[in-house]
């Protein structure tokens, strides 16, 4: 498609629970991003994926956050044991080329919302 | 840790006039973008300037870039009610993620 898809648009998970959010990126882009936003103001970086490779995890808090790009498949963001400090909005982008290449934006899907109660 | 950080945190303009918001950042860059984001949404990509590119523009939109001062300005010009929404400045180093600053919530009255 010519838009990143997110699903579900809102999540609401008790304290503990495991959480999973859903990204299909534009077709023919080879670049996936999760970034997470807090109380609208900053957009932290977690993790990318160079087709279903993983590219950079730097970001990622690697005890209870997991994701995956398989083919064939939207890719997938998963929090294990969610905590209350996880409540955010979560971002999907794809770009057709690596970021640091002339014109090569990042496309944004609209944001899974995570409530965590 | 964060790249950007811009000024101001908020700006209210009257339609027709201008809106300059501002962008610091830390370390070298490959190249610095800007994006819009309205509210409940995702962020729009709205220009791309590279490192050894000093000024662009795009429509209304004027952006200049400082890498001796680390910063970069975004320009609307006559601006509209639509234009209200939140932008973001963000810098590309080598590792490819983007690392976006803490962006300008922009209100446009008609």
């Known amino acids: 498609g010519e838009e990143v898809a997110q699903t579900p648009k809102h999540l609401v998970r008790g304290e503990g629970q495991k959480a999973k959010l859903y990204c299909a990126p534009i077709?023919?882009?080879?670049?996936v991003f999760w970034y997470q936003q807090v109380l609208k103001n900053e957009f932290k970086f977690l993790i990318s994926f160079q087709n279903e490779n993983v590219f950079d995890e730097t970001g990622m808090p690697k005890e209870r956050f997991s994701a995956k790009c398989l083919p064939n498949s939207p890719c997938s963001l998963e929090i294990q044991a969610t905590k209350l400090e996880d409540s955010a909005v979560y971002f999907c982008?794809?770009?057709?080329?690596?970021?640091?290449?002339?014109?090569?934006?990042?496309?944004f899907g609209n944001g899974t919302r995570l409530t965590v109660t | 840790s964060q790249q950007g950080e811009e000024d101001p945190q908020a700006l209210s303009i009257q339609e027709g006039e201008n809106a300059t918001m501002n962008c610091s950042y830390k370390t070298s860059i490959n190249n610095l973008q800007w994006y819009r984001q309205n509210s409940g949404r995702g962020l729009v990509h709205l220009i791309l300037?590279?490192?050894?590119?000093r000024e662009k523009h795009s429509g209304r939109l004027r952006v200049t870039l400082d890498t001796s001062k680390k910063s970069s300005s975004l320009l609307i010009t006559a601006s509209r009610a639509a234009d209200t929404a939140s932008y973001f400045c963000a810098t590309t180093v080598d590792t490819d993620k983007l690392i976006f600053g803490t962006g300008t919530r922009l209100q446009v009255f008609p």
């Open positions: 982008a794809s770009s057709q080329f690596r970021p640091t290449s002339y014109n090569s934006p990042l496309h």
């Open positions: 077709k023919g882009h080879s670049y």
């Open positions: 300037i590279r490192s050894n590119e």
